[in-house]
């Protein structure tokens, strides 16, 4: 059987009325919710990473490390990890592949020498820059998707779910 590039897509437009049909009060609209927010960014991140990324010479993981350690500044590997959204193991073992290219820095840590201190090297700064750029442009064709208006709205509620995710006790939290 053969796949439609819309699949991954348009099963969120079926899930929640076939779980409703299944299962009656199920919050459709919730589902809904989620199952979109999900697809959509799925979507977005593999479509960054195959065309901005890859081509860079890098993974969407690497992408984040860099680019968080380029707006942070030099960081702790577990600070830098928290502020990526990785784990500690992932970081640290992303951390030397970047190291290794060129495009990162690993130093101790004065406050706790069992630490350790990433930064961006001059390369790895003017690499990201440059493909910061891409990647910008990327996000813009999908933000020209919406009009301003829808554009300012979304990010309203993006932002709001964003501090609930951040100060609701019931929320679970990866990092």
């Known amino acids: 059987m053969g796949q439609h590039p819309d699949a991954f897509l348009s099963f969120a437009d079926i899930a929640p009325d076939r779980t409703v049909e299944r299962l009656p009060g199920t919050n459709r609209d919730a589902m809904a919710m989620v199952l979109l927010l999900y697809r959509v960014t799925s979507t977005v991140v593999y ?3 195959s065309t901005v990324h890859r081509p860079a010479g890098w993974s969407w993981s690497a992408f984040r490390l860099l680019f968080t350690l380029w707006v942070a ?3 702790e590997a577990s600070r830098a990890a928290e502020l990526a959204g990785m784990s500690r193991a992932a970081v640290s073992s992303l951390s030397r592949t970047l190291s290794a290219a060129g495009l990162l820095e690993r130093g101790p840590d ?3 020498r069992r630490g350790v ?3 961006l090297s001059a390369e790895g700064t003017s690499r990201l820059e440059a493909t910061l750029r891409v990647h910008n442009q990327r996000e813009s064709e999908w933000a020209a998707l919406l009009t301003p208006e829808e554009l300012d709205v979304f990010n309203t509620v993006l932002g709001k779910l964003a501090r609930a995710a951040r100060s609701e006790s019931w929320v679970s939290h990866r990092f």
Do not use: A, H, T
Request: no cysteine; proline share 8%; aromatic share 0%.
């Open 73 to 75: 500044g030099p960081q």
């Open 110 to 112: 004065e406050r706790d």
């Open 47 to 49: 479509d960054l990473e």
């Open 117 to 119: 201190v990433l930064s």
